[in-house]
């Protein structure tokens, strides 16, 4: 069963930030959060994850709340190709299964 | 790196028949593999973990009968729908890590489209 919340839909305009969130609140001290997003009729494609610090990379930054409860996905100037179902995924270190929720679909707006 | 690859990328075929879905790691040994279905306009659902060269676990509700998994090498997992119906028609996607049992980022293919007449 997912372990995560997310806002079903989101817009964003063109060059702006996407800010993504997502509920964890029963997230155990061992487990990771994960992000992955999926473009229509593809394959799932990693983003970033991380355990307790904020995590930083070419396509996203992560930021995690201090209690590990919630977590928001930044994209800093989104593009067209943004345009994605975003999913948060929260794993323990001892089980690799994923187990997606509904996600969060977002459009970036021209 | 991490790139996964699947074969076919689609696949139309009579009910009754049976369908091979192959999942290779092209760039890295995954120790494991999983494959997800996924059903038009809803979330990708787990089907069963595959571990290199040990019978695959199966979710709750997924017919191992029905969904057959092989996975004999380190780069390569097949699943076969035996005597596919209509409502087997989906997309069928395969992911694969390259650590057993510890946490791990999983790489997915970019899935293979079913559909049964």
């Known amino acids: 069963d997912a372990k995560t919340t997310q806002p079903p839909s989101m817009d964003c305009a063109e060059g702006r930030a996407a800010n993504l969130p997502c509920n964890h609140s029963?997230?155990?001290?061992?487990?990771?959060v994960y992000w992955y997003r999926q473009i229509h009729s593809q394959g799932p494609q990693y983003i970033i994850h991380?355990?307790?610090n904020n995590e930083t990379n070419e396509m996203a930054s992560l930021i995690i709340t201090e209690d590990r409860k919630s977590s928001t996905l930044i994209l800093p100037h989104a593009t067209l190709r943004d345009t994605a179902v975003y999913y948060c995924?929260?794993?323990?270190?001892?089980?690799?299964?994923?187990?997606f929720g509904t996600g969060t679909s977002l459009t970036v707006i021209p | 790196g991490a790139v996964v690859s699947q074969h076919p990328s689609w696949v139309i075929c009579k009910s009754g028949t049976s369908v091979k879905i192959e999942c290779r790691s092209l760039?890295?040994?995954?120790?494991?593999m999983f494959w997800y279905r996924q059903f038009p306009k809803q979330s990708l659902m787990l089907m069963a973990t595959?571990?290199?060269?040990?019978?695959?676990?199966?979710e709750q509700g997924v017919e191992k009968d029905k969904f057959l998994i092989n996975h004999a090498s380190l780069t390569l997992s097949t699943l076969t729908v035996t005597s596919a119906h209509p409502e087997d028609s989906s997309f069928y996607i395969c992911?694969?890590?390259?650590?057993?049992?510890?946490?791990?980022?999983?790489?997915f293919g970019p899935g293979t489209r079913l559909l049964v007449l």
């Open positions: 995924i929260v794993i323990g270190f001892t089980g690799n299964q994923f187990y």
């Open positions: 992911s694969a890590a390259n650590a057993p049992t510890l946490q791990e980022t999983q790489y």
């Open positions: 595959s571990n290199e060269g040990s019978k695959a676990t199966y």
């Open positions: 760039d890295f040994q995954a120790t494991t």
């Open positions: 029963t997230i155990s001290g061992n487990e990771y």
């Open positions: 991380g355990l307790k």
